[in-house]
């Protein structure tokens, strides 16, 4: 199944990029969803709503599962001056998320693997922040949950990196999920 799953990606990828552009996720258009704006400003948007959800201000490393084209991946990354593993089971997203990165400067810092994710190669907290296609409560990887592979925040930003103030939330995320339904 993950073949067939990898091939369609490889086979829609440049179309989803030519209609979606570089986010490859839903948008957000206001809370009753009658906003009038640019899809790709949505697509900002819906990040920005998620990261809201829960206590997120600093992330050094950050984990985006289903990373497509990268575009969210380069978001993250420009947020939180963090560096982001970007996973996917296509190889041509892996290719052009790279090219992407490597064409806004950030090749160093923003990293494509092609991996499953539900078969991680990563130690428990190795993140600060997972960014997933699916619900993270929901996601189990190597028989634990997605929350799992989270470390506790920084205690303290270093004063080169950008710090982000969410709105006060009671609900404490640090998974952050684009799509309502999981993608594999």
């Excluded at 709105?167 to 999981?182: E, H, T, V, W």
Aim: proline fraction near 8%; charge should be negative.
């Amino acid at each position: 199944m993950r073949k067939g799953i990898a091939q369609l990606y490889d086979e829609s990828s440049a179309l989803w990029e030519r209609q979606w552009g570089e986010h490859m996720h839903t948008g957000h258009y206001g809370r009753d969803g009658t906003e009038q704006k640019d899809h790709i400003q949505a697509q900002v948007d819906m990040i920005e709503q998620l990261i809201a959800l829960g206590p997120v201000t600093a992330a050094e490393n950050i984990l985006d599962v289903g990373c497509g084209i990268g575009g969210s991946s380069r978001h993250l990354a420009k947020k939180f001056c963090a560096t982001v593993t970007g996973i996917t089971l296509s190889p041509k997203q892996v290719a052009r998320a790279t090219e992407l990165a490597a064409a806004e400067g950030m090749g160093d810092r923003v990293l494509f693997a092609l991996e499953d994710a539900l078969l991680l190669p990563y130690a428990d907290e190795s993140f600060e922040l997972v960014s997933d296609g699916v619900p993270g409560d929901g996601v189990s990887v190597n028989g634990r949950p997605v929350m799992a592979f989270l470390s506790p925040p920084p205690a303290c930003p270093t004063p080169d990196k950008h710090t982000h103030t969410p709105d006060d939330s009671p609900m404490g995320l640090s998974s952050i999920s684009m799509n309502p339904m999981p993608l594999y």
